[in-house]
Structure formats: structure tokens, C-alpha cells
DNA sequence: CAGTGGTCTAGACCACTGA
DNA sequence: CAGTGGTCTAGACCACTGA
């Protein structure tokens, strides 16, 4: 209704229509949950093909501002919520999440032991093919699927972990209160990957959008390492806070 | 060269291209710095049209595995620089680099006083309008643009920073040796974005592709915001390492 | 069923890089 | 200059969603 495209311009056309509807987004003319004009909307308020209204409403998307359904429409996305978890010091997600007053959940998609593959064995110093307790899960912030969560222990560390119920219960509570073992020090890796197929279908998005990905190694005390885990967050929800001291006793 | 797409699949086309191309790079067929080939060449080869050559190639770009550069060409990436900044904390980007062995360096592009907008003025607890000390950097991996760095000081606690000589030099330093103020403590915040055209152009990165926003706030004990810093990270090459204890004092 | 976005074609003009 | 990727057109067929 309201796009205007100046043809004499420099300016790409596609540039144009993207930054007046991520205007109109920012500014909150646009709501989250709006639907935005569909490309032939564009094309015929702006006389443009429909290739350069898709590119537009492509790149928005790819922001995470947008996300887009085929035989619905493009809708304006949910706002960032921020997760801090660096408060408080190696906890879980849903130890995190209840600290802030969030409703955390999680969705059991697989609990099973299977043959470890080469990098999962690699990564917790077994052997390949040695037995793995794999959990695949959905995490949930406010009922919304936020990330993918795929976890690997050593079947001879947590023997039955595959059995034990873990609904919405935290996994460090289980591994403490079940076998009496908690993970002493873990590292985070951050990076940025893109979505493929599974994690698109899973999280609800749109494949080859950009998603962060979270590596987490935990250990004992005597590095053995008891926890693999991969989880890729949604990359237009995903904010991390991490705190730090210069003393690191204070 | 070797591309094969079958055309009775039900696999998209620039998914097939897309795909075995990956494939070449991560099998190290393709290295780091080689081209691929070119829209054209895999029109021909191919036997489709050009946009299903680009779609293929775009996407590659998106995922940081390839760059792409009018009138010259689509190159494969460099692999990911890994960079622990948690083993150590609270330390400036040029302290990490060193102590990991790695050449750091930085160019600073501007170093200047003006009037602090309303967005830095709400960070660091000022009025906007207010002298800020602006400082904006390219950081250096190994003689590469990694990424740009901008950090706002309040004026009034650092007077004549604008004009001390921070070549090559850690600003914490710089804070703690000239002006005797180090910062207790500090929250960064990582989000994920997109390149602008002005962060594309300084990092050589195409516009559009996802990068990594880490936000900084530094404090001293008694909470005044000394340090607010923005750093776009290349995607392609960010990678942050967070280590965490269950007990904070071990 | 009409409307949506996903894929694809076969062209075009252009700005940019490097020989 | 030939070759590169960037933008754009005007079509096409399709799978999917919801009325």
C-alpha cells in the first residue's frame, strides 16, 4: 500500500522495497505476526517482476525480520529474547531459563543408546562404535521451539540414562541425583552455521537461513569428558550474555 | 568440471550444484583461495540457466564457504580461525590474540570526540549530547580484516584519549597505565546480524551475510559504564569459546 | 479453488576487474 | 577488451495451504 520505488535512482529496486518494509517493520507499523505483501502485491504496486519483489522479501527473511511459508505468506517475526546464561555459571538451559522467570520447557524428540559415531567418539574420547546415550530435544521458551538439541554421554558413565523420564526435568539435576555425578568445568563454542533441512523442518524456519551454533564439551574434575552436546538456536532469536570479571575472585 | 545434476530427481537443481560443490571444498578438491567456476561455466555445463548457476553459488556464500567479487570471481573461504576469549577474562582482543600465540593487530580508522548519540548516551549512562571518545578499529588475524570494531568512552573520565597513540596497543592498557582505571567487570553480548554496506566493505565480505554482533559494557566496581563496544565479526570466521566452572572459585 | 512462495528459463543491460 | 558477478524482465510450472 505503501511502497514507492524512485526509477531514476541508483539505488538497486530491490534495496528500496526491502529497506521501506524493514522500516515499516522497525518502526512497528508492521507488527510481529503481520503478514507483509506478497510478491505479487509488490509487483503490481510497484511494477516490478516478480523476481526483484522476491529478492526483497529473500534478503528480509534472511535477516530473521521475516520468516516466509509457502502457500501462506511472509510474516513479520517474534522480537529477540535474551537468554544470560553466564550469571550463573554452567547450568542448563532450563536451570537458566526458570532463574530469569522464564517458562523453559523441552520436548523429547529421541532418548536412545546407539554406536558412536567417529567425531561424537573423538570428542568424548571413546571409540567409535563404542555405546552413546543420544538425546535429540526441543527447547521451548514461552511454547516457541528456540533450538535443536542433540546431546551425547557415554553409556558407560550413565548406564540407563536412555530409560530414565526427562520431562521438562533438567539434565544436570538427573545426572546429580541419579548417578551422583556433576560436570566440574565445560566449554562453549560459538559459531555461525546455517540452517539445512532437518533443523529448518525442526525449528521452523527457513532452510539456509543462518542459525548459531552451540558446542558444549563438559567434564570431571579429571577431564574426562561426560557431555557432548550440539544445539542450534534459531538465529533471529538467539542473544547470549556472557559476564566476565577481570579478578575472577571478586 | 565434474558437475552432475539429474534432471528426473526431485532435488532442486541448485541444490544438486550447490551440493557437489560443498562437497569439493570440504573434501579439500577445492582450496582455500581457488576459484570455482565461474556463472557461466556452470550454465554450460550444466545445461541451465543463470539464475540456477547463482542460486547454487549464493547460497555457498551465505553459508561463508565461498566469496564472491564482480569481475573477478567466486573464491573458496578461508577455514575458521578459532578464538578463546574466556580462558583469560576480561581481556582486550589484542591481550587474547598474544596469549594464544597469534599475531594480532588492529588499524584504527577514526579516534575522534563527538557528541554521543541517544543510543551510546542510554549505554553509558550519559546525556546524549555528551563528549564520547569514539574509536573505531579494524581488527587483524594474521594480517586479515577479522573484524571492525567501534568503542565509546565517556570524555569527562577520559580526557585526551582522542589523541594518545593506541597503535598496535591494547586500549585496556592504554586506560589502565595512562589513567590508572581498569574495568571490574564486563557483559558482552553476542547476537547474530547482517553485513550493512558499510561493515561489507570494510570487512570484504558481501553485503547481506550473516556476521556475528558482540556488544560490549564495561563498569567499574561501583557500576559507571566506562566501555561500550560494538565489534561485527565475519561470520565466516567467528568463533568464540566460552569456558565455564560449576563453582565459580576453584 | 485462488493465492502463496519455490524453482526455473532465456534473455537483457550494467559496473567492475585485469590483461 | 573479454570475463566476472549484480540487477532485472516476463514469462512458466509446481507444491502447498486454507476456504
Redesign the pocket.
Known sequence: MTLHIDTRSHI????QIRDQLRQQIMSGQLKPGDV?P????ICTEC??????A??A??QLAYEGLVT???????FVSEPKATLDSSQFPLQSYTEVLGQIGMQAGAEVLDQVVEPASEAVAAQLKLKPGDSVVRITRHRLMRGEVMSLETSYYPNSIFPDLAKLNLANQSVYHLLENHFGIAPAYAADTIELSVAGSFEAKELKI?EGVPVVLVTRLSYLDDDTPLEYTQTIHRGDRFKSVVRRSRQQLK
Open positions: 538497486p529496486i530491490y534495496y507483509l506478497s510478491e505479487m502485491d511494477g516490478v517482476s516478480r523476481m526483484t522476491r529478492q522479501l529473500i516466509r511459508h509457502r502457500g501462506k505468506g511472509t527457513n
